[in-house]
């Protein structure tokens, strides 16, 4: 069964923290995706991945960065948290090519910024 | 203008219904299209591709109207299981070829 995990369920930072979000996934896929969802708003990507060290921005990029070292995990990095930053993340890996439309997501990380 | 707009509902029907959502699109050029389903508080999952040719999955039904636009998904015999929200994804035709998501619809299912 795919699986893409998550680090936390559930984080309450402060503002001006640096904050790390961690994905793995056990599927060996190429893409790897940060998104964050907020009501109204949808998914919005932040910063995606196509292979290891390669990294590409999303949308929504600023105050964002992103760390792939290898190939199964790709980080999420919050420089300096701020309460705007406070969202539901959601990771997500997929193949290439045509298996770009079927993302497989973690379970996500509520992060509280206060 | 939002590049995937979808109404929220939510729409609540009762078992045994049958219900339809729509979902618009502005960019023509799109060329692949999905409907993904969150359940609450949990992580959206693929449900079905959207082909030109539309194609159906047990209950499911997915149409694609090119001319006008705009992807269908109709749900038959409603269960309770059924009870989500339903998101309309859309892939782009430049660069990475990446999804946008709409915001999802609300489906309710009552006894």
């Known amino acids: 069964d795919v699986k893409v995990t998550q680090s936390s369920r559930y984080l309450v930072k402060r503002t001006g923290e640096k904050v790390f979000l961690e994905c793995v996934q056990d599927m060996d896929h190429e893409n790897m995706f940060w998104y964050r969802q907020d009501p109204g708003l949808g998914l919005r990507l932040i910063y995606f991945?196509?292979?290891?060290?390669?990294?590409e921005k999303g949308d929504i990029p600023e105050g964002y960065s992103v760390s792939r070292e290898k190939k199964e995990r790709f980080s999420l990095i919050l420089e300096s948290a701020s309460t705007n930053q406070t969202s539901m993340y959601l990771c997500a890996s997929a193949s290439p090519g045509t298996g770009v439309g079927e993302q497989y997501f973690g379970p996500g990380t509520r992060l509280t910024v206060t | 203008r939002k590049e995937v707009e979808q109404d929220p509902g939510p729409f609540n029907v009762p078992e045994g219904a049958t219900v339809a959502f729509n979902c618009t699109y502005s960019n023509s050029a799109s060329q692949s299209f999905f409907w993904y389903r969150q359940d609450c508080r949990k992580e959206p999952k693929l449900l079905m591709s959207?082909?030109?040719s539309g194609n159906e999955d047990g209950r499911f039904t997915a149409q694609l109207n090119r001319a006008s636009q705009y992807i269908s998904l109709l749900i038959r015999d409603s269960k309770l299981s059924d009870s989500a929200t339903y998101l309309c994804?859309?892939?782009?035709?430049?660069?990475?070829?990446?999804?946008?998501f709409g915001t999802g619809t609300r489906l309710l299912v009552s006894p």
């Open positions: 994804v859309v892939r782009g035709n430049t660069g990475f070829q990446k999804l946008v």
């Open positions: 959207v082909y030109s």
């Open positions: 991945s196509y292979d290891v060290k390669m990294k």
